[in-house]
């Protein structure tokens, strides 16, 4: 009785709808001028039996639709400013091709293609269940879906209008060959609630643009970047790149951030992976990152800064050896070091410390998640499965050493022993977060 | 598309699936976040900041069918740093002025809750408004708050007491004193 009266009240509170999606919308824009350049990055995880799952997705970044939430402007969420500074300037190429499915119709309106970018806007015209907001949400996908490709499915959110709806599309094109004249397949395959095939080949022609060969490089722990050359659009730049690491480190990842001659930051749109080749141990991945602006004559140069994150292996301890035990990384200063383990029949208790309570640059929270989600007691079987942890508690020892203790609760488990399981310490979670910087790159512009 | 495919993609940092996803919980995120902090104003500042922080972490999520969990936990979180923050701001006696009876009949019912709830103690509130408003299990609340059950089933005990204190029903049973 009483819980349904106080969720009546609950139920009472008005939520001014409108003003929650914006609260939420400017909650993830900054969120991402806080992290704006960090890439997008698939979910690291190092285990080998879910390796196998991750290995054709490790390349995945996804570059598609990368929206433009680094905008400085309220309300400038989503915009593409590049189709915007081109349809300024005339430069893009009205399109006007419908395909009908279900009673709904689907037309290619324009589309553009500004060094590697290409945009495409269409209409939806029928009857189509739209989201709470008014909106209309539909999927779709580039390429035919081409597994050798990055990304090539995607929402896309579309906006209403007196005759019905309106959406764009913009994406990075995914080869590193960059056509003068080309069509590309898209394929819209829900629109609403409705499901079914819009198919078009969407002409796209290249506006005149600039190549300027780069040839710099920096390394860094036998991995090496080279920037191979810069592409001015109209309204776009493209950096293009080579990253070479050892086979080993194949989940590595390199990022980068951009400088203007004035040392202000300059936001990128998306980082896409075009071609991927082996030589020897060798891993050479050819990668584009896009620029949503054309920067010729607002900079002389741009100023890059490469930083690497280089991949962890999970790494295990056995139960049965004495403590203290430390982990440490062969790459890099990361460590675990276990201090203490006790156990009895319902508890499983161990004492760390991570990286010798050195913080390097990190926030407190981050350690308390690493120590949660990171350094987990697993059934040795199955220590490379990634499956939910054990229930456990985790307490903050000292915050200022980086000392945590998690007490797992075992008692549910049937056959306890510390021959059958293991810790699992995931060094992998840290190392992403905190790449390795090299050293900055001029690239000139003029 | 599904809520379980919003979540894997969010994961993997798609802003719009995140988006989309905190809209479908628009409703509970802002009548939670009213709970604690009691205004419209502050209400949307920690639903934009769970936003902000939970982008931030998302790719931490392990468990996807744990997202909502996860997500209230930051929520409560940010609700207590504006309440923190508040505290720092607000004179003292002006709290008390809220504490008058007289005041209160002309206030909406769910907010007179409100208001009440502003006074238990933190790990009272949390469980009241998680178990009561979100209607959360107690192994839920248990896992939200870092606490034993048992412990759980405490706090709402005393919360409730506490709570008919407040509003005025000491000495009455619970149906009397709420409904």
Same mark, same amino acid.
């Given at each position: 009785?009483?819980?349904?009266?106080?969720?009546?009240?609950?139920?009472?509170?008005?939520?001014?709808?409108?003003?929650?999606?914006?609260?939420?919308?400017?909650?993830?824009?900054?969120?991402?001028?806080?992290?704006?350049?960090?890439?997008?990055?698939?979910?690291?995880?190092?285990?080998?039996?879910?390796?196998?799952?991750?290995?054709?997705?490790?390349?995945?970044?996804?570059?598609?639709?990368?929206?433009?939430?680094?905008?400085?402007?309220?309300?400038?969420?989503?915009?593409?400013?590049?189709?915007?500074?081109?349809?300024?300037?005339?430069?893009?190429?009205?399109?006007?091709?419908?395909?009908?499915?279900?009673?709904?119709?689907?037309?290619?309106?324009?589309?553009?293609?500004?060094?590697?970018?290409?945009?495409?806007?269409?209409?939806?015209?029928?009857?189509?269940?739209?989201?709470?907001?008014?909106?209309?949400?539909?999927?779709?996908?580039?390429?035919?879906?081409?597994?050798?490709?990055?990304?090539?499915?995607?929402?896309?959110?579309?906006?209403?209008?007196?005759?019905?709806?309106?959406?764009?599309?913009?994406?990075?094109?995914?080869?590193?060959?960059?056509?003068?004249?080309?069509?590309?397949?898209?394929?819209?395959?829900?629109?609403?609630?409705?499901?079914?095939?819009?198919?078009?080949?969407?002409?796209?022609?290249?506006?005149?643009?600039?190549?300027?060969?780069?040839?710099?490089?920096?390394?860094?722990?036998?991995?090496?970047?080279?920037?191979?050359?810069?592409?001015?659009?109209?309204?776009?730049?493209?950096?293009?790149?080579?990253?070479?690491?050892?086979?080993?480190?194949?989940?590595?990842?390199?990022?980068?951030?951009?400088?203007?001659?004035?040392?202000?930051?300059?936001?990128?749109?998306?980082?896409?992976?075009?071609?991927?080749?082996?030589?020897?141990?060798?891993?050479?991945?050819?990668?584009?990152?896009?620029?949503?602006?054309?920067?010729?004559?607002?900079?002389?140069?741009?100023?890059?800064?490469?930083?690497?994150?280089?991949?962890?292996?999970?790494?295990?301890?056995?139960?049965?050896?004495?403590?203290?035990?430390?982990?440490?990384?062969?790459?890099?200063?990361?460590?675990?070091?276990?201090?203490?383990?006790?156990?009895?029949?319902?508890?499983?208790?161990?004492?760390?410390?991570?990286?010798?309570?050195?913080?390097?640059?990190?926030?407190?929270?981050?350690?308390?998640?690493?120590?949660?989600?990171?350094?987990?007691?697993?059934?040795?079987?199955?220590?490379?499965?990634?499956?939910?942890?054990?229930?456990?508690?985790?307490?903050?020892?000292?915050?200022?050493?980086?000392?945590?203790?998690?007490?797992?609760?075992?008692?549910?488990?049937?056959?306890?022993?510390?021959?059958?399981?293991?810790?699992?310490?995931?060094?992998?979670?840290?190392?992403?977060?905190?790449?390795?910087?090299?050293?900055?790159?001029?690239?000139?512009?003029? | 598309?599904?809520?379980?495919?919003?979540?894997?993609?969010?994961?993997?940092?798609?802003?719009?699936?995140?988006?989309?996803?905190?809209?479908?919980?628009?409703?509970?995120?802002?009548?939670?976040?009213?709970?604690?902090?009691?205004?419209?104003?502050?209400?949307?500042?920690?639903?934009?900041?769970?936003?902000?922080?939970?982008?931030?972490?998302?790719?931490?999520?392990?468990?996807?069918?744990?997202?909502?969990?996860?997500?209230?936990?930051?929520?409560?979180?940010?609700?207590?740093?504006?309440?923190?923050?508040?505290?720092?701001?607000?004179?003292?006696?002006?709290?008390?002025?809220?504490?008058?009876?007289?005041?209160?009949?002309?206030?909406?019912?769910? *907010?007179? =809750?409100? +208001?009440?709830? !502003?006074?238990? /103690?933190? $790990?009272?509130?949390?469980?009241?408004?998680?178990? %009561?408003?979100?209607? *959360?299990? =107690?192994? +839920?609340?248990? !896992?939200?708050? /870092?606490? $034993?059950?048992?412990?759980?089933?405490?706090?709402? %005990?005393?919360?409730?007491?506490? =709570?008919?204190?407040?509003?005025?029903?000491?000495?009455?049973?619970?149906?009397?004193?709420?409904?």
């Amino acid at each position: 009785m009483e819980k349904k009266l106080f969720h009546d009240q609950y139920e009472k509170i008005e939520v001014p709808r409108d003003q929650v999606v914006q609260a939420i919308k400017t909650g993830v824009r900054r969120a991402n001028s806080k992290k704006k350049l960090r890439k997008k990055r698939v979910i690291f995880i190092s285990t080998a039996a879910a390796a196998g799952l991750f290995i054709s997705s490790s390349f995945m970044f996804p570059s598609f639709s990368k929206v433009m939430a680094d905008m400085p402007v309220v309300g400038y969420l989503y915009k593409d400013s590049v189709g915007e500074k081109l349809a300024a300037q005339k430069l893009i190429t009205k399109l006007n091709e419908t395909v009908s499915v279900k009673g709904i119709d689907v037309t290619v309106t324009s589309a553009y293609y500004d060094g590697a970018v290409m945009g495409v806007t269409f209409d939806v015209k029928g009857k189509v269940k739209t989201e709470k907001d008014g909106r209309i949400q539909g999927f779709y996908e580039i390429f035919n879906g081409d597994k050798t490709l990055g990304e090539t499915k995607e929402v896309v959110y579309m906006n209403p209008t007196e005759t019905g709806f309106t959406g764009k599309i913009q994406l990075s094109y995914p080869k590193a060959e960059l056509p003068a004249d080309t069509t590309f397949p898209l394929e819209f395959r829900s629109i609403g609630d409705k499901k079914g095939s819009w198919r078009f080949d969407v002409p796209v022609k290249q506006l005149p643009f600039e190549t300027k060969a780069v040839n710099q490089e920096r390394t860094r722990e036998g991995m090496k970047v080279h920037f191979d050359s810069i592409i001015t659009g109209q309204a776009s730049t493209a950096v293009n790149y080579s990253f070479t690491h050892p086979k080993e480190g194949k989940y590595d990842d390199i990022r980068f951030e951009f400088f203007d001659d004035n040392g202000r930051p300059i936001h990128w749109l998306s980082d896409t992976s075009l071609e991927k080749n082996e030589k020897g141990n060798q891993v050479t991945i050819k990668g584009r990152t896009i620029i949503p602006q054309a920067l010729k004559g607002k900079t002389r140069y741009i100023e890059v800064q490469p930083a690497v994150s280089l991949s962890e292996p999970n790494q295990f301890v056995s139960l049965t050896e004495a403590a203290p035990v430390r982990i440490q990384s062969s790459r890099q200063d990361l460590s675990v070091t276990i201090e203490k383990v006790s156990y009895n029949n319902k508890h499983f208790m161990v004492d760390f410390q991570i990286n010798n309570g050195h913080k390097m640059g990190m926030y407190d929270m981050f350690y308390k998640d690493f120590a949660r989600n990171d350094i987990i007691l697993v059934k040795e079987t199955r220590k490379d499965i990634f499956e939910e942890p054990i229930k456990h508690k985790v307490k903050v020892l000292n915050e200022k050493q980086l000392r945590f203790r998690s007490t797992f609760d075992i008692s549910g488990l049937s056959h306890f022993s510390p021959q059958k399981y293991v810790l699992r310490v995931n060094l992998g979670s840290m190392a992403v977060n905190m790449p390795q910087e090299m050293e900055p790159v001029k690239i000139n512009l003029e | 598309m599904n809520e379980s495919k919003l979540i894997q993609k969010a994961i993997k940092g798609n802003e719009k699936a995140f988006e989309k996803l905190l809209e479908i919980h628009s409703d509970q995120l802002y009548r939670t976040a009213f709970l604690y902090v009691g205004n419209r104003e502050d209400a949307l500042d920690v639903v934009q900041e769970t936003a902000c922080k939970a982008f931030l972490a998302v790719k931490q999520l392990r468990e996807e069918r744990y997202f909502l969990t996860w997500l209230t936990k930051i929520l409560i979180r940010c609700a207590y740093d504006v309440l923190k923050k508040r505290k720092k701001e607000v004179p003292a006696d002006e709290n008390i002025i809220e504490l008058i009876p007289g005041k209160r009949e002309k206030r909406d019912e769910a *907010l007179d =809750l409100v +208001g009440a709830i !502003e006074q238990l /103690n933190e $790990p009272q509130r949390n469980a009241i408004i998680l178990f %009561y408003y979100q209607d *959360l299990p =107690l192994t +839920g609340i248990a !896992e939200i708050m /870092n606490i $034993p059950e048992n412990t759980v089933k405490t706090h709402l %005990y005393r919360g409730k007491n506490q =709570l008919k204190k407040l509003l005025g029903g000491d000495g009455y049973n619970g149906k009397e004193t709420i409904s």
